[in-house]
């Protein structure tokens, strides 16, 4: 096996079980966070999936070998920001948390 398919291998074998893995961080929710977003302000969405001030990050993932994703948006907006950590538009939610694997995380 290659180390690619070795690595996504562990990432799948990880979202089953609802822990974090090196690509995607613990599934902290199965539904996507709806905040209000401003302009010319610096957020840090939480990748770990341990902070308890969800989706934003609290500092928690400083016992794991994650980092938050810093952002800032253009304009003033309402948008969804991934809960299930499993996203392939960080931190933006793409519907990933109705998968199978992450509706099954414990």
């Not at 291998?9 to 199965?30: N, P, Q, Y």
């Amino acid at each position: 096996m290659s180390r690619k398919t070795i690595s996504l291998h562990r990432t799948f074998t990880c979202i089953r079980r609802g822990i974090a893995s090196e690509a995607t961080g613990r599934v902290a929710s199965k539904q996507p966070f709806e905040v209000s977003l401003e302009t010319e302000k610096t957020y840090a969405w939480c990748k770990c999936g341990h902070s308890n001030k969800q989706p934003f990050c609290d500092g928690s993932h400083k016992t794991t070998t994650f980092k938050p994703v810093r952002f800032t948006v253009e304009e003033k907006k309402t948008a969804y920001l991934c809960g299930c950590k499993q996203t392939g538009t960080p931190p933006f939610c793409d519907g990933t948390h109705g998968t199978e694997s992450v509706l099954n995380a414990k």
